[in-house]
């Protein structure tokens, strides 16, 4: 099994940008497509961004396209979320996550079978 833990959360000004991480443990994981969520208060999870087992496709949720940047260095067991222009509804919870031993990548919460424990990312306005 992976075990991952999310860092960078943080606070910020809206406009501000953070970088967060997630870094893998465990069996390698570059054969699995890896994912970004976040939870706000009183909403559900929702998809963000996903990334296939080579970093070679991409995909994002329309509300971040063209702010927000998934990678992955397989090498350094990371994933990671380059997050720019942040507004105050990025405010939420954000996790990464990951399908086993499936390359291709997804924006449905269900496919993916394991999680971080989350970090908290506020931006202020």
């Known amino acids: 099994q992976v075990q991952l833990v999310e860092s960078g959360g943080g606070l910020v000004q809206a406009g501000g940008s953070l970088r967060l991480s997630c870094a893998a443990s465990g069996r390698t994981f570059s054969n699995d497509a890896m994912g970004w969520f976040r939870q706000a208060p009183g909403k559900k999870r929702e998809f963000v961004a996903t990334?296939?087992?080579?970093?070679?496709?991409?995909y994002y949720a329309d509300s971040v396209k063209g702010r927000f940047t998934i990678s992955r260095d397989n090498a350094k067991n990371m994933v990671y979320l380059q997050m720019n222009s942040l507004k105050p509804e990025d405010t939420a919870v954000y996790y990464c996550?990951?399908?086993?031993?499936?390359?291709?990548?997804?924006?449905?919460?269900?496919?993916?079978?394991?999680w971080g424990q989350g970090t908290q990312v506020t931006v202020s306005s």
């Open positions: 996550a990951g399908r086993s031993y499936s390359s291709y990548y997804s924006v449905f919460l269900h496919e993916y079978d394991y």
């Open positions: 990334i296939n087992w080579s970093g070679g496709s991409t």
